[in-house]
């Protein structure tokens, strides 16, 4: 199983309405966080989680909520889907709690590509 | 404003070739840059990582340079094989309670 899974894989819904990404990991890490990726703009971070008490918004949080039920899950909404939010996206860990230096190493899932028609 | 401006957009190389990339800051309390790889249908991995205290950091093929004074950085990819065509993110952070920011990717080929 991987460490950090998405589900759907897959999903083409209609403008309006909501839909829910989750995301599980199995790393044990604290730390959680969406990001977007569309072609020519690279990743850009939506939300972030530190631990399960702790939500933070990204660069283009408007449009998306998140809930942190568990340590081990960190799920993205779209309230009401527009077509622009058409992407990729993508969850990721980190553990704060790794010492040394580059201790910052995120582990992505495999993404949610998602279609707004 | 973006933060960290990456280029070239693509790149396309030979077998053995070198090819780099760069990146460029504006905020001089970043303390953190990796590079992250990216295979097409996978999330980005981490590949390698610098700290500003340092000038340059090799794991195998894969080199950072990095410039404190230009506040800029770069990965270079010696002896490149057709395997290593991904697309290439760098990135920065600041302070401990933050996330990373992204460049926008390069997208590399490595022809044979």
């Known amino acids: 199983d991987a460490d950090v899974t998405q589900t759907p894989r897959n999903r083409i819904t209609k403008t309006g309405k909501r839909i829910m990404l989750e995301c599980s990991q199995t790393?044990?890490?604290?730390?959680m966080y969406w990001y977007r990726q569309d072609p020519g703009l690279g990743l850009r971070l939506i939300y972030y989680?530190?631990?399960?008490?702790?939500?933070n918004k990204g660069e283009i949080s408007d449009g998306y909520s998140v809930s942190r039920q568990a340590q081990a899950k960190f799920s993205l909404s779209l309230e009401s889907a527009i077509p622009n939010q058409t992407a990729l996206y993508f969850c990721a860990t980190s553990d704060s709690r790794t010492g040394g230096v580059f201790n910052y190493g995120y582990t992505f899932g495999s993404g949610t590509r998602l279609t707004v028609v | 404003q973006q933060q960290v401006k990456q280029s070239p957009q693509s790149l396309i190389v030979q077998k053995g070739g070198i090819p780099i990339i760069n990146c460029a800051y504006e905020?001089?309390?970043?303390?953190?840059f990796p590079w992250y790889q990216q295979f097409p249908g996978k999330g980005p991995a981490l590949l390698i990582a610098i700290r500003p205290d340092v000038s340059e950091k090799k794991e195998g093929r894969f080199t950072i340079s990095f410039n404190k004074s230009a506040k800029q950085f770069s990965l270079h990819i010696m002896d490149s094989q057709p395997g290593d065509s991904a697309t290439y993110f760098c990135?920065?952070?600041?302070?401990?309670?933050?996330?990373?920011?992204f460049g926008k990717g390069t997208t590399l080929s490595v022809s044979s």
């Open positions: 989680s530190f631990d399960v008490k702790d939500i």
């Open positions: 790393k044990g890490h604290d730390r």
């Open positions: 905020n001089t309390a970043f303390d953190y």
């Open positions: 990135a920065a952070k600041y302070q401990a309670g933050t996330a990373l920011i």
